[in-house]
């Protein structure tokens, strides 16, 4: 049945399509400069241009991207204003998806602390070491 649907397939396209059709060159020259408009286009967004001016490492973790992997690094704008592009990307850095969602969750929490709240937590007094002379002792 599988090959019965294929060959039909392939019928209806040899009638749609002659297997010697001339190219329609002023068809494929607008595609062509419809690519390379859209190319320029995308060189001109901040996130190229932080591609070329940073090495594709996140600001954060240190992980290297390359590749297909190169879109999982994302344009941070240190001071979250988007429509703040200096041409020397010093409001921009380079981070992974992980980073970058983890600086935006630090963000909503620090603003939705109530004023006056400690933005750090307070410091461990506990001490892991107190006890550690006397447990060398004991061994003895």
């Given at each position: 049945?599988?090959?019965?649907?294929?060959?039909?397939?392939?019928?209806?396209?040899?009638?749609?399509?002659?297997?010697?059709?001339?190219?329609?060159?002023?068809?494929?020259?607008?595609?062509?400069a419809e690519?390379?408009?859209?190319?320029?286009?995308?060189?001109?967004?901040y996130?190229?241009?932080?591609?070329?001016?940073?090495?594709?490492?996140?600001?954060?973790?240190?992980?290297?991207f390359?590749?297909?992997?190169?879109?999982?690094?994302?344009?941070?704008?240190?001071?979250?204003?988007?429509?703040?592009?200096?041409?020397d990307?010093?409001?921009?850095?380079?981070?992974?998806?992980?980073?970058?969602?983890?600086?935006?969750?630090?963000?909503?929490?620090?603003?939705?602390?109530?004023?006056?709240?400690?933005?750090q937590?307070?410091?461990?007094?506990?001490?892991?070491?107190?006890?550690?002379?006397?447990?060398?002792?004991?061994?003895?």
């Open positions: 049945m599988l090959i019965g649907q294929a060959a039909a397939r392939q019928e209806a396209l040899s009638q749609i399509m002659p297997k010697h059709a001339k190219p329609d060159n002023a068809r494929l020259d607008r595609i062509v690519a390379r408009k859209q190319s320029a286009e995308r060189e001109a967004t996130r190229e241009r932080a591609l070329k001016l940073f090495p594709w490492i996140c600001g954060r973790c240190g992980r290297e390359s590749g297909a992997r190169l879109r999982e690094l994302t344009v941070h704008h240190k001071d979250h204003n988007h429509d703040n592009n200096p041409a990307g010093s409001n921009w850095e380079l981070l992974c998806l992980y980073c970058h969602d983890n600086e935006h969750m630090r963000l909503l929490e620090q603003q939705a602390r109530p004023e006056g709240e400690e933005s937590p307070s410091a461990a007094t506990h001490n892991p070491f107190a006890n550690l002379k006397t447990l060398l002792k004991d061994k003895d």
